[in-house]
């Protein structure tokens, strides 16, 4: 890690002195998001000169995980954000002839119907007084119903108060042990994400948990799910003959393409009939298709059989679930990508964006950005996350949205042995209209929250306001305090908000040069695979001839200029520190 | 190209990594040469122990270095007090695990720590118990460190409960690991003992008595779990034979009782004939025979030369001894070792006696599955069917379901356990042969319990597709025995127990060996049509059998050797009826 810091260093050396005189870049990503991370640090990988905006203060944009006080900070900031004013007449001024201007958006407008509720008491309550109460609750300026919620606690009975509860004020003391995502995704264990990030030695830069288990809400309550061999040999809830059943169906479902006369006749039919046709117990049923295949009740045989191959072919490699996550939670993984984009010699640039394109008229093709402070940068790509893009360049507007809620708890949603497991679970539709909905339940050792507190995220496509399409799950889940305050509560805070799922577009629902990669953000799914493919697609489309990031050398093989090989040993110490920034220079 | 990373060629690399091995082998060599150097000069001092952890550190394999390490630390050990014996043995115990992460499976290295934790003034067996943990979650089936992990329960006194439960945990996450099926069956009979059979209530059981027949059989409400734990294993992955293993052990009992299972004294040749309930080496056992109440001195002697452990011996009494028919005698073998004897009384008229346990009171051929209830045993065999529907071509559970049944009702369930057999050759042919035998046992198991219940001396055993010959010593009274049309190759050194036999008939085979044909003194009449008795020698042995006289041989290839007849009629002179 020394090399890594060292090699940064060098770069920022270069934001220094060299960064205004760079007059032509290959490539310009503006957002780094996770695509645009992985796309920039393809670039860098093969020698291309890469130059990161973004107008934020943190890396990884709607990817980015923030501690519990930067939350809160960014929860102010979305209440508050407003358009910069437009610096018109002075990137018109650096328009020539023969060239037409682009205005990017400055309005992100992907998250919406953001709101908190807050369930834990403020303070430990030692000796109760009525008057401290409601003088409290003014300090955390959150929505106005957490405002009622709280007012509504004041007159609450202490006597009621036994075992001790994790005060609102204490999250905020232990804040920075949080690290909470804005998407929550896993990483299948043999998912594109996971093959990218060994292919590319990306790996090193982070530091993974296994799932511990599968979980499912099946009839009022919440159970583990068998799916591994170990699992099912172990589980309680199915018979011997559940038992078989169930492998059996896995079994063929491993290559199931081998068997096509076992699916045939299913082919234009719903996954569904054909495991009721396979004749599987009810509850084997419902393991399958939700929580294995984790598919709708309308998805066909094929793509159910697919679905459930690839979870099968996920299980073992690194544990008994096919699921990883990164410690410090999924913000780290697009880091990482930046890092290695850094370490080849890519730019970055927090709170700095472009305010517009130049356009070679007669090519059609981007040949410079005008940013923020009124500098005119030459590109021969320009890389944009969707939010950046005005309606005017739009073909089409027909966006999803995702529901999303964070929870932050004090007991595991299914309590078992180890209070040290990361959990899925997932729960089916709980009417027909509703979405189903994907929870993942993180511990501490996770290094995403405090301990003695779970971090609960839950994901559905939205058909409605978050906080209408994730609150009846969650109160079927949680035994959350109608009355806060009145009795203890499992869920301590909360958080819902819809974030933009832009997945469906592509490159023909925007009307820009042919250099502008337009990059959609996250989307709905569990995994990261789709964003992952984009990247790649992009990156070919770019750099058609090269690799896509091949691996990264070891550090003590890369020769340095003028150099042989770096003298080895352990770390590296001042001289040679200055040797590469003298290198740098030259 | 301007900014980007220049790296070193693969060629560059290989090189600089064949440098390195190059002066790590000779640093390798030299030091090697140094510390052997050291120990033929006897020097047994620090800098050996430092020189050996070097070459160690690389190659943990290397024993004789082990061994001169021992070799100073037992020296050092003298020079030294107590507290500095336990630090210097710790760091030894440090430097051990450093190195079995070279090699986890070093034999040296396991030795070495066992042996370190014998001369540790206070060994701390806790730690070692969990090093033991962290490998086998590593290698869950390293036998090196399931040996040692013996070592350190023993010595350290872990109760068998928390034991059982460490194979608990360690099914629990992979149930493919026998190690811990087979260490489970060696808790269980500790922890969940059967109740000793027969035995009051208030005598006491009392240390010392030596294993009995059930001692290493678990109580029946344990076993229910067991048997619970194993459906499981078997229903999850019905291919894999950990468990099924595990599961035909529940379900087997111990060795049978060792015992004289018969006594036979016959007047002509005044022979007596001793069967015992597994093969013995009758010389070396200690055997007595007393006739009539006086010790006899007689020669022991298995019933065919090649077999040197034999359930079936034979011995000639004196001349004279017995022979007058109006005599009665009364004879007893004893076995001395086994503290076990058997009486057989000859009366007056009768050419011969016997006196025996017949298979069926004993339910011999029961052995492998049958001390539970058959209450229980029928359940597990409704288990196992219900597997079978689910899973038809699963070569375990039919398996298994043979010997269920056979454990039941051998007679009864004949019909489905030819028609599993049958199942079994074809979806695992590469073991049809062994089902081929397999069946072949029971069937002749089964001709034994009908000709007992018969009561007749006749075994007739045709057009069966027997593949191969046991059970010979139960066959030891038959007289005529008909093997037909079968696919025997030989008639095996055992045949030669069948001690009564005088007609034996074994047409349609494809016979060439007579090994077996050895020394039956009443054996009158053989046919063996259409067998592949190829060569005059294979019928040499025909020869020890003074009584033949009808001897048939149409259909053998032996039929084209040159001059055959009177080759043959000098070989047999006393047969008389000769068809060729």
Request: aromatic share 8%.
């Amino acid at each position: 890690m020394a090399r890594i810091s060292q090699i940064e260093g060098n770069f920022q050396f270069r934001e220094r002195s060299q960064w205004w005189s760079v007059t032509m870049l290959s490539v310009c990503v503006h957002f780094p998001g996770l695509t645009e991370s992985v796309i920039a640090a393809a670039c860098s990988r093969v020698g291309q000169s890469v130059l990161h905006l973004d107008r934020r203060n943190y890396y990884a944009g709607n990817w980015a995980s923030f501690t519990f006080n930067g939350l809160l900070s960014w929860i102010e900031q979305y209440k508050q954000e407003v358009p910069i004013t437009e610096l018109e007449q002075v990137w018109r001024s650096l328009i020539d002839e023969g060239e037409d201007a682009v205005p990017l958006s400055a309005l992100d407008s992907s998250i919406s119907n953001l709101e908190v509720f807050c369930y834990a008491r403020l303070h430990e309550v030692s000796e109760p007084k009525e008057d401290q109460h409601t003088s409290d609750i003014s300090e955390p300026s959150q929505s106005q119903e957490e405002k009622e919620s709280q007012l509504s606690s004041s007159p609450a009975d202490p006597t009621v108060e036994v075992q001790k509860k994790i005060t609102y004020q204490k999250l905020v003391k232990e804040g920075r042990r949080f690290n909470i995502d804005l998407v929550s995704k896993l990483m299948y264990s043999r998912g594109a994400l996971v093959d990218l990030l060994i292919k590319s030695n990306v790996s090193r830069y982070a530091e993974f948990k296994n799932i511990g288990r599968i979980l499912t809400y099946r009839n009022g309550k919440v159970e583990q799910v068998p799916c591994s061999r170990a699992d099912v040999f172990a589980s309680k809830q199915l018979t011997v003959v559940e038992k078989r059943m169930l492998m059996k169906f896995l079994t063929f479902c491993l290559d199931f393409e081998q068997h096509p006369e076992e699916y045939q006749d299913y082919t234009e039919k719903p996954f569904r009939e054909f495991l009721k046709n396979k004749k599987l117990t009810e509850n084997l049923q419902h393991f399958i298709l939700h929580s294995i295949a984790m598919v709708t009740q309308h998805t066909l045989t094929e793509e159910g059989l697919k679905a459930t191959q690839h979870f099968l072919r996920c299980l073992g490699r690194y544990g008994n679930t096919p699921f990883l996550f990164p410690l410090y939670g999924l913000g780290e993984i697009p880091q990482c990508f930046c890092r290695m984009c850094a370490v080849f010699g890519g730019i970055y640039c927090l709170r700095h964006s472009v305010e517009c394109l130049v356009v070679d008229k007669v090519s059609n093709k981007v040949k410079a950005v005008i940013d923020t402070r009124g500098q005119r940068i030459s590109c021969s790509h320009f890389v944009v996350e969707d939010s950046y893009i005005r309606d005017e360049q739009r073909q089409s507007t027909a966006y999803r949205q995702i529901s999303r809620a964070v929870l932050i708890t004090d007991r595991s949603v299914l309590p078992s042995e180890s209070d040290q497991q990361i959990s899925m679970v997932t729960i089916p539709p709980l009417e027909s209209s509703a979405p189903a909905v994907r929870m993942v339940e993180l511990c501490s050792s996770s290094m995403t929250c405090m301990p003695g507190t779970y971090l609960v995220h839950l994901t559905c496509s939205s058909s409605g306001k978050a906080q209408e399409d994730l609150a009846p799950v969650i109160s079927q889940l949680f035994h959350v305090s109608t009355i806060p305050g009145e009795e203890p509560s499992e869920v301590l805070w909360v958080m819902y908000f819809n974030m933009r799922d832009t997945s469906a577009l592509d490159s023909s629902s925007y009307s820009l040069p042919s250099n502008v990669h337009v990059c959609t953000g996250p989307d709905d799914s569990l995994c990261s695979d789709y964003s992952i493919k984009l990247a790649e697609s992009v990156f070919h489309h770019i750099l058609p001839d090269e690799e896509f990031c091949p691996p990264a050398p070891n550090p003590e093989d890369i020769i340095y200029d003028g150099d042989g090989p770096q003298a080895k040993g352990p770390g590296f110490d001042e001289s040679t520190n200055t040797e590469c920034l003298e290198s740098s220079q030259e | 190209m301007h900014g980007r990373v220049k790296i070193k060629s693969t060629a560059q690399q290989e090189e600089e990594k064949r440098k390195e091995k190059e002066k790590k082998l000779k640093a390798f060599v030299s030091a090697r040469d140094a510390v052997l150097k050291k120990r033929s000069a006897g020097e047994h001092d620090e800098e050996a122990l430092q020189l050996t952890r070097q070459l160690l550190s690389s190659n943990p394999d290397f024993a004789t270095l082990w061994n001169y390490r021992r070799e100073v630390l037992l020296h050092l050990e003298t020079l030294r007090e107590k507290d500095e014996v336990q630090k210097l043995y710790e760091s030894e115990l440090h430097f051990i695990e450093a190195c079995l992460k070279v090699n986890p499976k070093s034999y040296g290295c396991w030795h070495h720590r066992t042996w370190v934790n014998t001369r540790l003034p206070q060994p701390d067996w806790t730690r070692e118990l969990g090093l033991c943990d962290r490998c086998l979650s590593l290698d869950e089936r390293n036998f090196h460190c399931w040996d040692y992990r013996r070592v350190v329960v023993k010595a350290s006194g872990v109760s068998v409960e928390q034991e059982l439960q460490f194979t608990d945990r360690l099914i629990g996450s992979n149930f493919s690991n026998y190690s811990s099926w087979h260490y489970r069956s060696t808790l269980l009979p500790q922890l969940h003992p059967q109740p000793a059979p027969d035995s009051a209530p208030n005598t006491s059981p009392s240390p010392t008595t030596s294993p009995q027949f059930h001692s290493h059989r678990v109580c029946e409400e344990q076993l229910l779990k067991e048997y619970e734990l194993s459906h499981n294993a078997f229903f999850t992955d019905p291919n894999d034979q950990s468990a099924w293993f595990y599961y035909r052990w529940l379900l087997g009992r111990a060795e049978r009782e060792e015992m004289i299972s018969c006594v036979y004294v016959s007047r002509e040749g005044e022979r007596v004939s001793v069967a015992f309930s597994k093969p013995v080496h009758a010389q070396s056992e200690g055997l007595m025979l007393v006739l009539d109440g006086q010790p006899q001195q007689v020669e022991w002697r298995s019933t065919h030369p090649r077999l040197r452990h034999s359930p079936v011996w034979l011995c000639d009494l004196p001349p004279g001894s017995i022979s007058d028919m109006s005599n009665e005698h009364n004879l007893t073998i004893h076995w001395t070792e086994k503290h076990t004897h058997r009486d057989c009384a000859l009366y007056t008229g009768c050419a011969e006696s016997w006196c025996r346990d017949s298979a069926t009171n004993l339910e011999l051929f029961r052995s492998e599955l049958s001390v539970e209830k058959s209450s229980v045993l029928q359940a597990e065999l409704q288990s196992c069917n219900q597997l079978l529907e689910l899973e038809p071509q699963n070569k375990w559970c039919l398996l298994t379901i043979i010997l269920l049944m056979r454990a039941l009702d051998p007679l009864g369930h004949e019909k489905e356990t030819l028609a599993h057999f049958q199942t079994l050759k074809e979806v695992d042919p590469m073991r049809s042969t062994y089902y081929s035998d397999l069946c072949s046992k029971f069937l002749i198991e089964n001709t034994i319990l009908k000709m007992e219940y018969a009561e007749v001396r006749v075994f007739s055993l045709s057009n069966k597709n027997l593949t191969t010959l046991c059970h010979l010593d139960q066959l030891l009274f038959v007289t005529h025995i008909n093997l037909s049309s079968n696919q025997l190759l030989r008639l095996p050194p055992h045949f030669a127990m069948l001690q009564c036999l005088e007609v034996l008939e074994a047409d349609d085979n494809a016979i060439e060996n007579l090994e077996g044909l050895y020394h039956l003194p009443k054996l009158e009449e053989v046919s063996l049509r259409n067998n592949q008795i190829c060569k005059l020698s294979d019928l040499e042995s025909l020869a020890s059998c003074t009584k033949l006289t009808r001897l048939d041989l149409r259909g053998n290839p032996v039929h084209r050797t040159a001059h055959i007849e009177s080759e043959l009629s000098q070989l047999l002179p006393r047969v008389t009826a000769l068809s060729l």
